[in-house]
């Protein structure tokens, strides 16, 4: 197809950039625009005739400018996501070590020392819980769901602890205490309510890359 004015060329260009955002297909088409116009200017003040055909014809072949934009475009995706790999790693961390530090009283008991690190334990699963479930779920790709699919196995491994714990606190005190029951019901719950939202998680993502 011809292109011989600015909005041709621009009508042109957007159809090249189609699978880019919206709002940063717009940014390059408007710096595009003034770029071009501003070209026309200097040519109309020369008393150059045909000065947007020009200005057009002389500027860079819109497929080769729509490859160097969609170019940087997956440049700077792939950095993003590469660059925030250990934050999505700190996430799943903040989400499973807290789970195995509840565990203690199980065993120890509710003392204040533990109840200490329960408290810190608890702020640190809800950090994990908001970076992984509000922002990282939905930037993976493969090389994080393969490490979402080893942080599964992790949880369902360490999700004996807690069992462990109990056996042995009955073993130690010969009492089944009702309190330390419970605890341990409700923390296996959480634990295996993270586990399903992130083999939800996995399995769904990973249909989307077969």
Request: charge should be neutral.
């Amino acid at each position: 197809m011809s292109v011989n004015t600015i909005e041709s060329y621009l009508n042109q260009l957007k159809l090249h950039l189609s699978q880019l955002p919206e709002n940063e297909k717009k940014q390059h088409l408007e710096e595009v625009r003034d770029h071009l116009l501003e070209v026309k200017h200097e040519l109309e003040t020369s008393q150059i005739t045909h000065a947007e055909q020009k200005a057009v014809s002389d500027f860079i072949n819109v497929e080769t400018l729509a490859d160097n934009i969609t170019k940087e475009h997956n440049q700077k995706e792939t950095l993003h996501i590469e660059g925030g790999h250990f934050w999505f790693q700190v996430s799943l961390v903040f989400l499973l070590a807290p789970l195995i530090k509840f565990s203690f009283p199980i065993y120890q008991g509710f003392t204040s020392a533990n109840m200490g690190i329960s408290t810190a334990a608890l702020i640190q699963f809800v950090i994990g819980f908001v970076m992984f479930f509000k922002h990282f779920q939905h930037r993976l790709n493969e090389a994080r769901l393969k490490t979402l699919r080893y942080f599964s196995l992790a949880i369902l491994t360490t999700s004996s602890i807690p069992l462990f714990l109990f056996s042995l606190s009955i073993v130690q005190s010969q009492v089944i205490s009702f309190g330390t029951i419970a605890y341990t019901l409700v923390l296996l719950s959480i634990w295996y309510f993270i586990l399903y939202c992130v083999r939800s998680i996995y399995q769904k993502k990973q249909r989307q890359f077969i």
